[in-house]
């Protein structure tokens, strides 16, 4: 796997593939976005330490992912995807509807969600963003209780940029650091899912309100 996606990141269709799995994911949670980004990241870092250290060359690749293009990029499919899938919830029909009410954990996740953009504070929005299928409860969530484009698109921007760009600061910094581009990638994914199951908890965890019980 590691192989396919190096020789991946050496071609300029490195930008598509991860646009695509990026805007794809809120509805496919199971598409290795952040894997994508973290290794195209990595491969940057790698080719930025090669050159001609010593009395034999390293080579570099001829095409290596741009660390800025790779984060603007990232950034913006995953407000597109955020968008896509917010326009569904909001147009969605009575299947959605079922869908949700079946489940506990959709019904109270769309009305803490309610709750915390009526306050103006989404910073759920945020962390959910990390979190495995929270970016797409959120977004489904935030169209299917007709929350304002307002309330919702800022804090998807956020959120966006934060996952974005902590992904690509992992890949990068941590081969830099590291010294290895296959390390630098390991070493970044266990940090990319110790902060999704972190993610995971602080979204599942009921509200203060929620935990109180009844006077």
Request: proline share 6%; net charge positive.
């Amino acid at each position: 796997m590691f192989e396919t996606l190096g020789s991946l990141t050496a071609s300029p269709w490195i930008y598509a593939v991860v646009a695509v799995s990026v805007v794809l994911d809120v509805f496919l949670p199971v598409l290795p976005s952040g894997v994508l980004v973290i290794t195209a990241a990595a491969a940057a870092a790698a080719a930025g330490a090669a050159g001609p250290v010593g009395p034999v060359a390293v080579p570099v690749p001829e095409q290596v992912p741009d660390i800025l293009a790779l984060l603007v990029i990232a950034t913006t499919a995953s407000v597109l995807g955020d968008m896509a899938a917010y326009r569904l919830g909001r147009r969605g029909g009575a299947r959605l509807d079922r869908a949700i009410a079946r489940s506990r954990r959709l019904t109270r996740a769309h009305e803490r969600l309610g709750t915390a953009l009526a306050r103006g504070g989404g910073a759920l929005v945020v962390i959910a963003r990390f979190a495995p299928a929270g970016r797409s409860v959120v977004s489904l969530g935030a169209g299917k209780t007709h929350r304002k484009v307002k309330e919702f698109l800022p804090w998807s921007m956020l959120a966006g940029m934060a996952w974005a760009g902590y992904s690509v600061a992992l890949g990068y910094f941590g081969t830099q650091w590291l010294g290895t581009q296959w390390l630098g990638t390991a070493v970044s994914i266990v940090a990319l899912f110790a902060a999704g199951a972190l993610a995971a908890f602080l979204v599942r965890r009921p509200t203060p309100s929620a935990a109180a019980p009844a006077a």
